[in-house]
């Protein structure tokens, strides 16, 4: 049996690909990157895919039994489109089952909506593919805020508009055992499923930060405008509209889910404590 998995080359790609190395060898496992320079470390066969092209697609996809979809990273809307070039090549190749990395959020009311609503879409192509199916809704993953450690740690403190808000944070190793076993086992198919670890607020997340980096952050919380204003002045008008309206839908609850992480992954997740020590452990090797 050989499983692809697209964006191969990125950060939850390669973990996916790791997982599943271990759990079927890495001759059956085959990577599907837009820069296949960038996947060749994972020791496996690698394909040339980018998502504007459906022809790549018709080609990377030939003799696989199944996809994993990891959703594009470019504007909401041409998103749809890039995800569809994937799904019908899968239907013209005889691919039999397709997995979708979706996302957890507000699909209304937010800055970050659009990105859910072109998530939303590709579920619905995906369901209706006529192939095999898995979604998993992932959590906003914990490591960024753990690289930003240095710029809070200037700052004094960590400063966004979540308020009170609780987010069911979780990573990417975790993301990558569960997606593995989503692949392999058939009793998956037809779920969809949040990919979420405990809620924290974000002042919980600051005391976790401190216990294990030995820092003395605060969190500030500050009005959902001022938050606007000053991510998309350091990060430009897309990135950081997206950024404030994660932080946005963390403030109303949208990120305070229930998780389906044990029933996709087969085991429990890890807290919000380990996923940092864990986090603390990488840095070290
Ligand atoms: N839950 C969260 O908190 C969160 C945060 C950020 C992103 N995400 C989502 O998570 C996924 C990837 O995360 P990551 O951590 O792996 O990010 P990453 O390490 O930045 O990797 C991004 C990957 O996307 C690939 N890519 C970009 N445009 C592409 C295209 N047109 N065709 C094919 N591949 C393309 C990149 O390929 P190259 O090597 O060629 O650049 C790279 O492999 C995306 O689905 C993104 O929407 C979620």
Same mark, same amino acid.
């Not at 058939?186 to 198919?189: F, G, L, P, Q, W």
């Given at each position: 049996m050989k499983i692809a998995v697209t964006s191969a080359s990125g950060q939850l790609g390669s973990a996916i690909v790791r997982q599943l190395v271990k759990e079927i060898?890495? +001759?059956?496992v085959i990577g599907i990157a837009r820069t296949p320079a960038k996947a060749t470390h994972l020791g496996i066969e690698v394909r040339k895919g980018d998502y504007n092209d459906r022809s790549e697609f018709d080609q990377a996809l030939q003799g696989v039994d199944r996809v994993m979809l990891l959703s594009g990273m470019d504007a909401p809307d041409q998103r749809i489109q890039q995800h569809r070039n994937v799904i019908e090549a899968a239907k013209l190749n005889g691919v039999q089952k397709i997995v979708y990395t979706s996302i957890v959020g507000? +699909? *209304?009311?937010?800055?970050?909506s659009p990105v859910v609503q072109s998530n939303r879409q590709t579920e619905q192509d995906v369901r209706e593919s006529g192939l095999q199916w898995v979604i998993g809704r992932n959590g906003i993953y914990i490591e960024p805020d753990l690289e930003y450690l240095d710029n809070y740690i200037k700052e004094g403190e960590i400063r966004?508009?979540?308020? *009170?808000g609780k987010c069911a944070y979780t990573s990417r190793g975790e993301l990558g055992y569960a997606y593995a076993q989503m692949l392999l086992n %058939? *009793? %998956?198919?037809g779920q969809t499923y949040n990919l979420v670890g405990e809620p924290i607020t974000q002042a919980q997340l600051a005391d976790l930060m401190n216990q294990v980096f030995g820092t003395k952050l605060k969190f500030h919380s500050i009005p959902i405008e001022d938050y606007l204003e000053e991510r998309k002045a350091e990060l430009g008008d897309f990135i950081g509209t997206v950024i404030a309206g994660i932080y946005e839908g963390i403030r109303n609850g949208v990120n305070d889910v229930p998780s389906d992480f044990e029933r996709a992954a087969g085991r429990s997740h890890k807290s919000a404590l380990e996923m940092i020590k864990a986090f603390q452990n990488s840095l070290k090797h």
């Open positions: 060898g890495s +001759e059956n507000a +699909e *209304e009311n937010t800055a970050f966004n508009c979540a308020g *009170e %058939h *009793e %998956h198919n």
